[in-house]
């Protein structure tokens, strides 16, 4: 297949500001802890993404769309996304909330964290702040938006004609009549059959939904202007997985979930035997392709990587064994493998090389408190793996 002119990767969602704070002890209610450090770092899916993806040295343009605060966090983002070459077109600045941040804090003696975190801004992030008609958007490849389950506007349900046909499962709703199988930008291994308006439409009367999330919007205008649509969740431990989650698949082309999210989208224990079960997690992960999922279902844990396709192909990456002196912090390591799958998936790499760029990106974000300080080049990122070997998968 030949590849795609399209070059660039959009990017929505949850921008957030990390203030972290370590302390000499957790304290007791009503007692005080001295705080003997503190930082801040970039946090949420799409800074994380594109941040990574800019210390990679990924070449192609990159492009944030979100909502900050008039603030100094707000400010504090987008200075630091010009800084790594992060295009802020459509990162507005709203009044009507500040910045979403997270105090993160962390207990010296135990290295745990617990987190107080603003919702701010991101939870007035609406379809209509999503402009996939820019010269920008129509060169692009990639889109990814995350966390959805965080996005208070965007979880809640649409009531539009569009999306109440779709809700009913009505078999001549098209999310994307104007995509061609031409106008898909190149992408390895699945055959164009998979794309068809008429198998999406099959894969909708399996999964109708009781009420489809305004995300659903976002996502199907971005498949109509010709990209790639990339979805991750957050580990929320609740039932919304099945109400928010399983009914925008249909219009998600690449589906980040970790070994959590995975289980409550599927109702499937991957960890029976007291670790990860690679039986269940092939169960579980194809389970996720039969919900509608139009390319691959990414899958990550700790210990490993699982990618799984419509046509059948199923491809596992251990993690790297990464030594406990090693880590200083866990923070972002998701984003981390996402931002390592979708750079070698933008150029084009089988999913396999993708999958170890992948966990090879999350075990350089273990070198840092921080979601991106410790991401070096593409070719150091690769080189840990000579560094510290592969997991042996049982």
Known sequence: MSRSPR???LAGGNWIVDHVKTLDAWPPQDALANITAESWGNG??????LKNLSKLGASCPLAGIGLVGADADGARILDDCRAHRIDTTQLRTTPAAPTSYSDVMTDSQT????????RGANALLAPEHFDFTTPQAAAAKIFHIGY??????????????????????????RPAASVQSSDIPAFPSLPADNFKPQTLNSRLARSAPAAIPRICDVLRRARAAGLLTSLDC????????????????PEVDILFVNDFEAGKLTGIDLHTTGKLNRADVERAVRAIVDLGVRRQVVFHAPEAACAASPDGSLHWQPSL????????????????????????????WPIA???????CTAAA????????????????TLGLAEIYGFRVLA
Do not use: M, W
Not at 150 to 169: I, N, R
């Open 7 to 9: 070059s660039g990767i």
């Open 365 to 380: 974000c273990l070198g840092s408190p921080t979601c991106s300080d410790s991401i070096p080049s593409l070719q150091e």
């Open 44 to 49: 949420g899916s799409p800074y994380n993404i």
């Open 148 to 173: 959805i389950l965080l996005l208070d506007k965007l979880d809640e349900p649409a009531a539009d004609a569009a999306v109440q046909s779709l809700e009913s499962g009505v078999s001549d709703y």
């Open 111 to 118: 290295g745990r964290r617990t987190f107080f975190h603003q």
């Open 353 to 359: 090389d993708s999958l170890r760029l992948g966990v």
């Open 321 to 348: 064994r990464v030594p406990s002196a090693a880590i200083k912090g866990t923070a972002g390591a998701g984003d981390a493998f996402a931002a390592g799958v979708l750079y070698g998936l933008h150029e084009d």
């Open 234 to 249: 957050v580990s929320e431990n609740s039932d919304r997985f099945q109400t928010i989650v399983r009914p925008v698949l």
